[in-house]
T-cell receptor, first 113, second 117 residues
Framework: DSGVTQTPKHLITATGQRVTLRCSPR?????VYWYQQSLDQGLQFLIQ???????AKGNILERFSAQQFPDLHSELNLSSLELGDSALYFC????????????FGPGTRLLVL | AQSVTQPDIHITVSEGASLELRCNYS??????LFWYVQSPGQGLQLLLK??????LVQGIKGFEAEFKRSQSSFNLRKPSVHWSDAAEYFC???????????????FGKGTKLSVIP
């Protein structure tokens, strides 16, 4: 158990809908990272937040957005969902901003029908 | 842009046999290299990382990896595999982005390891 929690574990929705994925980092960690794992693209970095501020951006679509709240939990919002958004979404956390050691949550599996 | 290639999609070894998982990277500067393991239904766990110094890096669970700059490789090894090592293994390269002050990881597609009892 990494100490990173993600909810929900599974999510099934329809195209065009919007969903919110939630992540609670390990106690004491200030950085949160979001990753997407799909069969065709593999594991891709989406975005990082550190202590409430956006720190780094990867291959995140404009339809996706994230935020980190004062209690350090983070939410990833996916809107206008397409079939290709079906994937496993991981959250990771690290103590500081550099992220040389990241602790991953168990993931949220999203299925868009 | 950086990239990571893991040439072997799936490897099967017998329990007790030695293991080597290959990883090749492409990156213009000094790479920061990582190996992660993903057990079924679990998130990724960091096995080891290389930033600088000794090119042979020791990690958790008896794994080690060797950085070879001339071959742009960072292969993962274990002398004797246990059934519990069956999982998917990911190599990653992470340049340090000075503007962001963080490492942005690029992962390979992974190698699935099966262990025969």
């Amino acid at each position: 158990d990494s100490g990173v929690t993600q909810t929900p574990k599974h999510l099934i929705t329809a195209t065009g809908q919007r969903v919110t994925l939630r992540c609670s980092p390990r106690s004491g960690d200030l950085s949160v990272y979001w990753y997407q794992q799909s069969l065709d693209q593999g594991l891709q970095f989406l975005i990082q937040y550190y202590n409430g501020e956006e720190r780094a951006k990867g291959n995140i679509l404009e339809r996706f957005s994230a935020q980190q709240f004062p209690d350090l939990h983070s939410e990833l919002n996916l809107s206008s969902l397409e079939l290709g958004d079906s994937a496993l979404y991981f959250c990771a956390s690290s103590e500081g901003p550099a992220g040389e050691t990241q602790y991953f949550g168990p993931g949220t599996r999203l299925l868009v029908l | 842009a950086q990239s990571v290639t893991q040439p072997d999609i799936h490897i099967t070894v017998s329990e007790g046999a030695s293991l080597e998982l290959r990883c090749n990277y492409s990156y213009g500067a000094t790479p920061y290299l990582f190996w992660y393991v993903q057990s079924p239904g679990q998130g990724l766990q960091l096995l080891l990382k290389y930033f600088s110094g000794d090119t042979l890096v020791q990690g958790i669970k008896g794994f080690e990896a060797e950085f070879k700059r001339s071959q742009s490789s960072f292969n993962l090894r274990k002398p004797s595999v246990h059934w519990s090592d069956a999982a998917e293994y990911f190599c990653a390269v992470g340049p340090y982005l000075s503007g962001a002050g963080s490492y942005q990881l690029t992962f390979g597609k992974g190698t699935k390891l099966s262990v025969i009892p």
